[in-house]
């Protein structure tokens, strides 16, 4: 298991910005060739990022890189340069499942002639249209590589020709068709960032939104964000303190040869179990318990 709890996008064509990524405190950071940089700094901006992935210590934090679309005049450069130094995972823009397969197929070729172990670079297509949306089921099965899909609220919004707003209402359907799809194939569905980087308010109420209908984490555009969505997509001691519980109640049942067991009254499946096995473990991930 992985926590993407947050990722941290960042301009691509930003050195210091750059240098100070690994510092931040993201799961994962978003190195974006894309909306962030200019026409005429994409070039600059890709080699910029390339020497970054060759320099800088990014561990424990996974780096993304967003790279353009393949159909525009920059993603197949972006494409070529970038996964030759070997990003954890490219960010599709826009992503079709004919993207995905072509972007596949370029990559396998170049994990084969830098000698990678195949199908180590993985891929994070992002929705921001609504037949992207609609055939997100067919994105996902393009490709192993994929890990996670990401919403972009802001691009999906416009291109409905709707409102976006603070309370988040017009994207409700798109939450739960993306956090639907991914948990039915064990991907992370990663919620679209909050805009609006004074209000914290609203932020961490955008953020358990999210959370109440599946998303696994949420893409974030300012360091000061991070805490907060990691405060929401944490495990709460309350919910450790009962997972352990729950786990010290299955062994005690295992050891009486007991195949069901109640706990306060209430009978314990393995449903309930498996949600316990995953607090202790995003809490281990998350430092929050240590044994």
């Given at each position: 298991?992985?926590?993407?709890?947050?990722?941290l996008f960042m301009p691509g064509n930003n050195p210091g910005m750059i240098q100070n990524a690994p510092i931040l405190g993201a799961d994962s950071i978003i190195l974006d060739l894309e909306d962030a940089v200019s026409l005429d700094e994409k070039d600059a901006a890709r080699l910029l990022v390339k020497n970054a992935l060759e320099t800088l210590d990014f561990t424990g934090c996974e780096v993304v890189v967003r790279i353009n679309s393949i159909k525009s005049d920059f993603g197949y450069d972006d494409l070529n340069v970038i996964a030759r130094v070997k990003?954890?995972?490219?960010?599709?823009?826009?992503?079709?499942?004919?993207?995905?397969?072509?972007?596949?197929?370029?990559?396998?070729?170049?994990?084969?002639?830098?000698?990678?172990?195949l199908g180590s670079i993985k891929l994070i297509p992002?929705?921001?249209?609504?037949?992207g949306l609609e055939n997100i089921r067919e994105t996902i099965l393009a490709s192993k590589r994929n890990i996670a899909v990401l919403l972009g609220a802001e691009d999906?919004?416009?291109?409905?020709?709707?409102?976006?707003?603070?309370?988040?209402?017009?994207?409700?359907?798109?939450?739960?068709k993306v956090a639907s799809v991914c948990r039915a194939f064990k991907i992370d569905a990663?919620?679209?960032?909050?805009?609006?980087?004074?209000?914290?308010?609203?932020?961490?109420?955008?953020?358990?939104?999210?959370?109440a209908i599946g998303m696994t984490g949420k893409a974030a555009i300012n360091p000061r964000q991070i805490d907060y969505i990691h405060d929401v997509f944490s495990p709460t001691m309350e919910e450790i303190m009962y997972a352990k519980r729950v786990l010290h109640a299955k062994e005690e049942a295992l050891r009486e040869g007991k195949g069901v067991f109640s706990l306060d009254?209430?009978?314990?499946d393995a449903p309930v179990i498996q949600r316990a096995e995953n607090i202790i473990m995003k809490a281990k991930l998350a430092g929050i318990i240590r044994e």
């Open positions: 298991m992985k926590l993407r709890r947050t990722m990003p954890d995972a490219i960010l599709v823009p826009k992503a079709t499942e004919e993207d995905i397969e072509e972007i596949d197929e370029i990559i396998s070729t170049i994990e084969r002639e830098e000698k990678f172990k992002l929705v921001e249209t609504a037949l999906l919004t416009a291109d409905m020709g709707i409102k976006r707003t603070r309370e988040g209402n017009e994207i409700f359907y798109a939450r739960s990663i919620d679209t960032p909050f805009a609006d980087v004074n209000d914290i308010e609203g932020l961490i109420e955008d953020t358990k939104r999210a959370k009254g209430k009978m314990v």
